[in-house]
């Protein structure tokens, strides 16, 4: 095995956290108006659950990353907390989460990062065992050798361009994505805004690293904020996106863009591929993660961010990727 395949399995095999037990409830259906629909633009559903446990930290899930046969899973909470586990399936179906555990991140001096007040850790990325962690409230992106130490790394920060740390500190990078060896950008770290605007009201982010470091925009439609990105197996980068508003309630959307359009000064923009209502089984969602599955399919998994609170919930879903 190629050591930075052999990287990539070991950074989802930790040591030493805490047990917890996480419960599932089957989501029946997608569709709450009509248990049939089972289409969604170019998604397919094939299952979701309904997230709860008795572990006080347990919530706040913000960002999702799965291991290439989408079973191992690590996530994040906005509160600095690890979670880490294991999907079970029957057949195509997701049925439960086993094995799952819990543990603060850790600083570079050993102490938590909630003790440093970095609490709002939103987006995560990885590259060959490397986790790399944006924090939101204090914009700065940390660096955790996971494949070497997994939960108990300690988070380095890295060098950041002068603009992420002008970010407004409740809208700052919500996304990380990086570009692996074989494509075009290899070697460079996607950084994303939730909602830092330029002058022309785009969402601002950043190609940290790589060949052609700078800044570029993501142009902003109808209100739409970013929550989340990934790659797909073909390269094309998927950004996830949700809204809010008293009026129309949550809202949440899919849009896939070519990734070479990604360059210094870019504005880029693509089709939305799915988007869905309050008329959806849908909360907050945040993170984004794409496997291939044993049938060849592109699977991709949603999480949500309950925001500890009692009114919202923290699903699990997972569509079909349906190409044409």
């Known amino acids: ?38 289409r969604f633009g170019a998604l397919q559903f094939r299952s979701g659950l309904v997230l709860t446990s008795g572990f006080r930290g347990f919530g706040g899930l913000s960002a999702l990353r799965l291991d290439a046969k989408g079973e191992r899973f690590i996530t994040i909470s906005d509160k600095a907390n690890w979670f880490t586990g294991r999907i079970v399936y029957a057949g195509d179906q ?49 660096r955790f050798d996971f494949a070497r130490d997994g939960v108990r790394a300690r988070g380095e920060p890295i060098a950041v361009p002068p603009g992420v740390r002008k970010l407004p500190n409740n809208k700052g990078l919500e996304s990380l994505v990086f570009v692996p060896k074989g494509r075009k950008l290899a070697g460079t770290l996607i950084a994303i805004s939730e909602r830092g605007l330029d002058a022309d009201g785009n969402i601002i982010g950043f190609l ?16 739409y904020d970013i929550s989340d990105a ?26 896939r863009i070519a990734l070479d359009t990604l360059a210094p000064g870019a504005v880029i923009d693509g089709r939305t591929i799915f988007d869905a209502d309050l008329g959806h089984e849908i909360d907050n969602m945040e993170g984004l993660s794409t496997h291939v599955d044993g049938n060849g399919d592109t699977v991709l998994t949603m999480v949500s961010d309950d925001n500890f609170s009692m009114i919202q919930r923290t699903l699990l879903l997972q569509f079909t990727l349906i190409e044409e």
């Open 1 to 38: 095995m190629a050591q930075s395949a052999k990287a990539e399995l070991d950074a989802f095999s930790v040591h030493d956290p805490q047990r917890i037990e996480v419960r599932a409830r089957p989501i029946a259906s997608f569709d709450l108006r009509d248990p049939s629909h089972l």
């Open 94 to 142: 997701m049925t439960g989460l086993t094995e799952v555990e819990a543990a603060p991140m850790l600083g570079p001096d050993g102490a938590t990062l909630t003790s440093r007040r970095w609490y709002d850790t939103e987006s995560m990325a990885f590259a060959e065992g490397i986790a790399y962690v944006g924090i939101e409230r204090v914009n700065r992106i940390v």
């Open 208 to 223: 940290i690293g790589g060949p052609s470091p700078g800044s570029f925009a993501v142009r902003r439609t109808d209100n």
């Open 230 to 255: 990934t790659l797909l197996p073909a390269g094309d980068l998927l950004l996830l996106e949700r809204k809010f508003s008293l009026l129309t309630g949550v809202g949440i959307r899919i849009r």
